[in-house]
């Protein structure tokens, strides 16, 4: 500790600064690196849950003592454990949906309620009934029921009750059948509300079914369906990917309605028969020419000359029942006029014996069974005008783009990547500021060699002998005073450093000395050891 507190006060400002700096951040990384051990992996277990259900959710896990982590609407939990945990709260109704259903009845008592508050707690647990059963569509995440009822007023008239579906699919428009499943399912769980007075929206594609929107694609969805017919069928004998279909589908785009009457003659049936007799009499008494003489008494008047005559007449009427028949036909569109279909089946390649392929069309006998069973798939019609066209040839080869996805070392082993490359970057930032910027700085000052000093350069041999002179041996400098042959009692006391000196040698101790003489001249101190460092820095 001495020697730190030493080395911390002969450091400069700017050092103490750096010092501090990289101490705090070595100190974080080495708690970044703890955290990232201990932390484990965490996959995500819910996610978009509304506030009720995601606090049900956490608190299941905290009774079971499980790590989770909560990123905004999203409940992370250890990888290992993520399946398990998935099972185990299904099984015990989590997530619960946060529409309620005929459990708001429950809450009601017979004080205190009124027959407005009841019908309103009725129509909401309808409400909350029907969308959980919506939901239980795997293509739909949420959705909310709105029933406008009419009520029980004797007095309104013309009044139908309506309904509004709002969903939230998973991400794709949802199918015009779903939504007019899901029309018929609310419109037969809410009396006198039919199918055309419910709405479906998605918060996506919007309004779904409409009743004005004519279905434009009709002949397209069944050539699809026909299409998917008629390559299931090939596969299962050429194989995947050897069989190629197109049908097309001429429809009626017009509505046409069509009466027929028809009488059959050769079917009457007699139902009433009517017979009428007349038989007329009439009789004449004669006169002859009207003359002078027919006038008198006795003249030719008064002859007896008389006629008579009688008329039998007979009619009979029968009524006959005569078998009709009447016929309206409506032709609505969306009927097939005319279908063709056509069909490229891939041959069959054989290797030569030189290793070569050689490709080969499909027998006959084989097209023409194909092209039966195509027959009976789609429906042909000769009088209709159907064609069937059925080909083999050569497929070309298709080229693979790309290369196959296959898992890295790091994925089959069970490791994160990103995690394993967080760590060793740390490491790296650590170890950098350990050994480039904190070590130089608190490394301890290493001691100043003495270094000595050339003596003077000897004499030569010819001058030695000119004078007769011996040389004596001339040491070299090392600075330091030999106080052998010095007596330090006769010198006088010629400055402070004498008294402090004469001092020590009554007993003061030679650390005392040395702290007061720093105390003294501390900007000189401070001078030395920099120098020293300075020169440590170098040397290294």
């Known amino acids: 500790m001495q020697n730190i507190a030493t080395l911390w006060t002969a450091l400069d400002p700017r050092r103490r600064i750096v010092v501090v700096l990289a101490g705090i951040a070595i100190l974080a990384v080495v708690i970044g690196l703890t955290r990232l051990v201990a932390t484990p992996s965490l996959s995500l277990l819910y996610a978009g849950l509304e506030s009720g259900p995601a606090g049900e959710v956490v608190r299941a896990l905290e009774q079971r003592g499980v790590t989770y982590e909560v990123r905004g609407g999203a409940i992370f939990v250890e990888s290992g454990q993520r399946d398990t945990l998935r099972m185990t709260l299904a099984s015990e109704g989590l997530p619960t949906n946060s529409s309620q259903g005929y459990e708001l009845l429950d809450s009601l008592s017979g004080f205190g309620t009124t027959s407005q508050m009841f019908d309103a707690a009725y129509w909401r647990a309808k409400e909350g009934e029907l969308a959980r059963t919506i939901i239980a569509n795997p293509s739909i995440i949420a959705a909310r029921v709105h029933i406008a009822n009419t009520g029980s007023n004797p007095f309104q008239r013309d009044v139908r009750a309506t309904a509004s579906v709002m969903i939230t699919s998973g991400g794709n428009d949802l199918p015009a059948k779903q939504a007019q499943a899901i029309k018929y399912l609310v419109a037969s769980a809410v009396p006198g509300l039919t199918a055309e007075d419910v709405s479906v929206i998605d918060s996506v594609g919007g309004l779904i079914g409409a009743v004005e929107e004519a279905p434009s694609n009709v002949g397209e969805d069944r050539a699809d369906a026909l299409r998917h017919r008629v390559e299931r069928l090939l596969e299962a004998r050429v194989g995947s990917g050897n069989a190629v279909v197109e049908v097309s589908v001429d429809t009626v785009k017009t509505t046409e309605i069509v009466r027929e009457r028809t009488i059959d003659p050769e079917s009457r049936v007699a139902i009433s028969i009517d017979t009428e007799e007349r038989t007329n009499s009439a009789s004449d008494q004669g006169g002859g020419d009207v003359t002078v003489a027919s006038n008198l008494p006795d003249g030719d008047a008064a002859g007896n000359d008389s006629s008579s005559s009688r008329t039998n007449e007979t009619r009979e009427r029968i009524n006959y029942e005569v078998s009709e028949t009447e016929r309206e036909i409506t032709q609505a569109p969306g009927a097939i006029k005319r279908l063709s279909v056509a069909v490229l089946i891939n041959g ?9 392929e050689s ?84 490394s301890p000052a290493r001691g100043l060699t003495n270094m000595a000093l050339a003596g003077p350069p000897a004499l ?49 101790d030679a650390v005392a000395r040395l702290r007061s ?3 003294e001249r501390q900007e000189e101190t401070v001078e030395v050891l920099r120098n020293w460092l300075e020169g440590e820095e170098e040397n290294a």
């Open 460 to 508: 030569d041999a010819e001058s030695t002998r000119n004078t007769g002179n011996v040389a004596p041996p001339v040491q070299a400098l090392t600075g330091e005073i030999d106080e052998s042959q010095m007596n330090a009692d006769d010198l006088p006391i010629i400055s402070e450093r004498n008294a402090r000196i004469a001092n020590a040698a009554e007993g003061e």
């Open 359 to 442: 490709f080969a069309p499909r027998p006959d006998a084989e097209m023409t069974a194909l092209q039966d069973l195509v027959a009976s798939a789609v429906g042909y019609s000769e009088e209709r005008g159907d064609v069937i066209t059925l080909k083999s040839m050569q497929f070309e080869p298709i080229a693979v783009l790309g290369t196959s996805a296959e898992p890295s070392l790091f994925t089959s082993m069970g490791l994160d990547m990103m995690s394993l490359i967080q760590a060793v970057v740390l490491g790296l930032v650590a170890l950098i500021l350990g050994l480039f910027v904190v070590r130089p700085i608190l």
């Open 517 to 519: 003489m720093i105390g």
């Open 348 to 356: 069959t390649s054989t290797t030569n014996p030189d290793g070569t």
